[in-house]
């Protein structure tokens, strides 16, 4: 069984930063794609940022020039550095890693909560 394992989520000023990790509990074939998803209360879960095996990024307009996604899709390690926190970022981020072709799977880490005080 692979765990994703998050941190680095907390309780932080509008306008300050976080930096979330994520990483999978041991070694399994290189992903497609990894990515963080946040789910806010009352709301559906939503894509914040996702990076592919070739460095393909993409961001929800909400989070652009603001947050910054990067990883090693043969490591499958996952970072999302969040700057200029505003309160409607405050929700439960999850961290997603997927691979599709051979050996398909679809992964997501347990959420970690981040709450933006204005």
């Known amino acids: 069984q692979v765990q994703l394992v998050e941190s680095g989520g907390g309780l932080v000023q509008s306008g300050g930063s976080l930096r979330l990790s994520c990483a999978a509990s041991?070694?399994?074939?290189?992903?497609?794609?990894l990515g963080w998803y946040r789910q806010a209360p009352g709301k559906q879960r939503e894509l914040v940022a996702s990076v592919t095996t070739g460095g393909r990024t993409n961001y929800a307009d909400s989070v652009k020039d603001r947050f910054t996604i990067s990883g090693d899709n043969t490591k499958n390690t996952v970072y999302l550095q969040m700057n200029s926190l505003k309160p409607e970022d405050t929700a439960v981020y999850y961290c997603?890693?997927?691979?599709?072709?051979?050996?398909?799977?679809?992964?997501w880490g347990q959420g970690t909560q981040v709450t933006v005080s204005s």
């Open positions: 041991r070694t399994i074939f290189s992903s497609t794609a």
């Open positions: 997603n890693i997927y691979r599709e072709g051979v050996w398909p799977y679809n992964y």
